[in-house]
């Protein structure tokens, strides 16, 4: 028999969520595919094994990786300490990580290329070159990617109570363990989410990168900026080639993201 | 002032303002840096219409980069006029949409250009890198600063600029492209459009060159810096005409022609070209080449179609996938 939830017309929902994906989703991304297969396989996959656009990859996806991970890291941090800790002005820092939410990726790229140019206020400060290479790539993306681990990993840690860390220690569990078996755990599922969507985000930005990157083809070029070079052609089928690519290697990741996760939230005894 | 009063005025000023939502309007679709010319020509214009016809009407603008517009316009922005940088990018609207006959850019003068434009060398105060014609660029040490031509009109003038006088100084295609391909070894950095590179070279303090149309020089000279940056003229330049076409099916369908093919008129007219000339376009009337005699240094021009042979080619062989411009950034290269 089925379980009967709280919320009453599962039919019309269901029926809802689909069209609603439909709507939002599935036909934009089936014109994507429309567009592209204007192309025929043999242009098709010339234009997506370009070497200029095999170069753009590495990049786009690389640089996204590194941030996502940078990201990872600080962004638990981050979000540690704002629930851990009384501090003065922790309300200011805390509105203060939504902020590249917020701010238009392009005026967060002008901003950082400012700071990070080699007579900028970070970039003389620097004996190595930040703006218009690979690192700038990684700089602009790690920015706009902050919100997501520190806003997914918050609500979890703030659910973990401090009493269970006192309970593990009292059951002898050294600081090393109590994270490792204790927090990290919990905290695990909530980190990939954020990892995953810091990353995503970071494979589609154009905004922001186009200014600090320098754009040189085959070094420092996105390929989202590949995309918008067939556009000026009018290669409107080229360019949804190239999309397709995107699309389907951001897919294949997050799908590896996202069976880790259903993996370690299985571990912990989870659902 | 009461409440009572207060609603009064309020209602009065509801009334006065009514009739506006009837008045005709037009869209102008247009690049980045004709921006300050078109605000204050729009409002002669709306002037002029009124003094003439006895009806007010509205002159909306658009900007942006001149590829993304003209595309704008392909996907269905119902412009009702457009004033771009390239006739290759007009050329592309009537080839795709049928809004407008293949032959529009002989309905009007010079090739449907009101005002030319060209390109020159922008260079530090003092010019300490002693440069003054386009084979200085490829001096050691030299970083020149230009845009991406495969995402901005104006890079592509640039370039067409420096192969035709590589061309012209070194005698063959063959080696106009080793020019060519040296010259993009000494620019560090692409950006996607004119008004980044621009901000590269004046605000971040990158580059000893800029290469930039003619009136974003100015721009630069008069509005960012008077003091810090000096043009130069190089030897030989391209003459870039800038055209403008009536939309014609969009302009059908809003009613609005005779508005719109007299305000392309208008640019011809002396106030528009005296406006063009103020906002540092080259006029095309003799009376005011002669007025703005002093403010553009005479240079030797070639056309996209002599040296070129029109847009359609010259993007193909060194814009298009796989073109020159490609070959340059291919490695080993």
Do not use: C
């Not at chain 1, 200011?92 to 290329?113: E, M, R």
């Not at chain 2, 105060?125 to 020149?144: Q, Y």
């Not at chain 2, 060159?209 to 960012?224: P, T, Y």
């Not at chain 2, 719109?260 to 005296?274: C, H, I, K, N, R």
């Amino acid at each position: 028999m089925r379980q009967r939830s709280v919320i009453p017309g599962f039919g019309l929902s269901l029926g809802y969520t689909a069209f609603y994906a439909g709507l939002v989703v599935f036909i934009p991304l089936a014109a994507l595919f429309i567009e592209a297969s204007n192309l025929g396989w043999g242009e098709l996959w010339q234009t997506i094994s370009a070497p200029q656009a095999v170069a753009s990859y590495r990049l786009s996806f690389g640089a996204s990786l590194v941030a996502a991970s940078l990201n990872l890291i600080f962004g638990l941090l981050v979000a540690w300490v704002l629930v851990r800790y009384p501090f003065p002005g922790k309300k200011f820092i805390d509105a203060l990580v939504d902020l590249p939410f917020a701010l238009p990726t392009a005026v967060a790229g002008i901003a950082l290329t400012a700071l990070y140019t080699p007579n900028g206020w970070v970039g003389h400060l620097l004996n190595f070159k930040v703006a218009y290479t690979p690192l700038g790539v990684v700089v602009a993306l790690t920015f706009i990617g902050l919100p997501f681990v520190v806003r997914t990993v918050q609500p979890v840690l703030a659910e973990l109570e401090a009493e269970i860390e006192e309970a593990a220690a009292s059951l002898g569990a050294n600081r090393w363990q109590t994270f490792r078996r204790v927090l990290f755990p919990a905290l695990l599922p909530a980190m990939l989410t954020g990892f995953a969507l810091a990353f995503a985000r970071a494979v589609g930005e154009y905004g922001s990168v186009v200014f600090i990157s320098g754009n040189m083809p085959f070094r420092t070029e996105i390929t989202p900026l590949l995309i918008i070079t067939k556009l000026e052609q009018y290669n409107y089928a080229g360019a949804a080639a190239l999309g397709v690519a995107m699309l389907l290697v951001s897919f294949a990741l997050l799908l590896i993201i996202n069976s880790l996760q259903h993996w370690s939230a299985k571990k912990t005894g989870g659902k | 002032m009461s409440f009572r009063s207060l609603l009064a005025v309020f209602g009065l000023a509801t009334l006065l303002s009514a009739p506006a939502f009837a008045d005709r309007e037009i869209l102008n679709v247009s690049y980045d840096p004709t921006r300050e010319l078109y605000k204050e020509f729009n409002a002669a214009f709306i002037k002029k219409w009124q003094k003439e016809h006895g009806e007010t009407i509205t002159v909306r603008q658009s900007h942006g980069g001149a590829g993304k517009q003209t595309r704008a316009i392909i996907d269905g922005l119902e412009g009702d006029v457009a004033t771009l940088a390239l006739a290759y990018d007009i050329d592309s609207i009537s080839e795709k949409t049928g809004i407008i006959p293949k032959n529009w850019q002989s309905r009007l003068p010079n090739n449907s250009a009101p005002y030319t434009s060209t390109i020159v060398l922008l260079v530090r105060k003092g010019n300490p890198k002693g440069i003054h014609d386009w084979d200085d660029l490829i001096k050691p040490g030299v970083e020149v600063i230009t845009p991406n031509p495969k995402t901005s009109g104006g890079a592509r003038w640039n370039y067409l600029a420096a192969w035709a006088y590589a061309k012209k100084k070194y005698g063959s295609d063959e080696k106009a492209r080793d020019f060519i391909t040296k010259l993009y070894r000494h620019v560090p950095v692409l950006d996607s459009g004119a008004r980044g590179s621009t901000n590269t070279f004046v605000k971040r303090g990158i580059g000893d060159v800029l290469l930039a149309w003619e009136n974003e020089a100015f721009l630069a000279i008069n509005e960012l810096g008077k003091d810090q940056f000096e043009i130069v003229v190089p030897s030989i330049s391209i003459l870039a005409e800038p055209p403008v076409t009536v939309l014609d099916k969009n302009a059908k369908k809003h009613g609005t022609l005779d508005i719109a093919q007299a305000y392309l008129e208008f640019l011809y007219s002396p106030t528009g070209q005296d406006l063009a000339g103020k906002h540092y376009y080259r006029p095309t009337d003799p009376k005011f080449v002669k007025k703005y005699a002093n403010q553009f240094p005479k240079v030797n021009l070639v056309t996209v179609d002599n040296a070129f042979g029109g847009w359609q080619k010259a993007q193909k062989t060194h814009f298009n996938d796989g073109g020159v411009f490609d070959h340059i950034y291919q490695p080993g290269n």
